[in-house]
């Protein structure tokens, strides 16, 4: 087990997010830090440009607890609607970003327009070479090879 890498587990696809939800800690940011979170359809997206989520995620590098990092498209936050166990486990992440123009479709038509699209594998690839730059370890969990 590595001891001082942070742990990173994004959603690029189709994983079990209930079974990550035993292993999530929620990071409690102070106000100055904060993204706004808005609920689209029961779930709360942080709302946060590329720059900021990368910012914000980062700052979970060399961290001692897990942090799960969920990037919901629409048809995933459409399941949150039935699936309750789902909903729970994306509650639960550190960061929700909005992967997709469907999600930033329904927050306009709600009246919380989010700044932009912060794709999962984007997201992904920014934050590994920010963990490059700090020399940290990163574990990805899903997938196949």
């Known amino acids: 087990m590595l001891k001082s ?13 209930n079974l990550l939800s035993q292993f999530v800690t929620i990071l409690i940011l102070s106000k100055t830090e904060a993204v706004m979170k808005y609920d689209i359809l029961g779930v709360m997206v942080d709302n946060a440009t590329m720059d900021e989520a990368v910012s914000t995620v980062s700052r979970y590098l060399g961290s001692k607890e897990a942090h799960m990092v ?39 038509i709600l009246k919380t327009p989010l700044k932009e699209k912060v794709a ?23 997938a196949k090879p």
Do not use: Q, W, Y
């Open 5 to 17: 890498a942070s742990v990173f587990k994004l959603n690029c696809g189709n994983i079990l997010l």
């Open 70 to 108: 969920v990037t919901p498209n629409a048809e995933i936050l459409l399941m949150c609607e039935n699936d309750r166990e789902l909903l729970d486990a994306i509650s639960k992440a550190s960061f929700v970003s909005a992967d997709g123009v469907g999600v930033l479709k329904a927050a306009k």
């Open 120 to 142: 999962g594998c984007d997201l992904g690839f920014n934050l590994l070479k920010e963990a490059a730059k700090g020399g940290h370890g990163v574990f990805l969990f899903g």
